[in-house]
Nanobody, 123 residues
């Protein structure tokens, strides 16, 4: 099994910054893509940013330039630096990891999710 533990959410005023962290642990051979999604009340979960094992990044248009995703492959950790936060960024942020692991002599890949961390942007 694989566990993703997030930290760094909280309350911030518009224009402020927060940094989210997500550490993966458990039966991991390799983590392919890692990323962040968010879900606001009454809305569907949406992709925020994703980073491949090689460092290629993708962002949703609304956060491009303001947010930066990075990862520490040695420690199976992904980060999301959020700057110039806006009220519309308010949501629960979820970490996601595409994990490759071995069981019974076979290789598998599976998607894992963190428990979510609340980010609230308000004056």
């Amino acid at each position: 099994q694989v566990q993703l533990v997030e930290s760094g959410g909280g309350f911030v005023q518009p224009g402020g910054s927060l940094r989210l962290s997500c550490a993966a642990s458990g039966s991991i051979f390799k983590i392919n893509a890692m990323g962040w999604y968010r879900q606001a009340p009454g809305q569907q979960r949406e992709l925020v940013a994703v980073i491949t094992s090689g460092g290629t990044t993708t962002y949703t248009d609304s956060v491009n330039v303001r947010f930066t995703v990075s990862r520490d492959n040695a420690n199976n950790t992904v980060y999301l630096q959020m700057n110039n936060l806006k009220p519309e960024d308010t949501a629960v942020y979820y970490c996601n990891a595409d994990v490759k692991y071995s069981r019974g002599g076979y290789w598998y890949t599976a998607d894992y999710w963190g428990q979510g961390t609340q980010v609230t942007v308000s004056s």
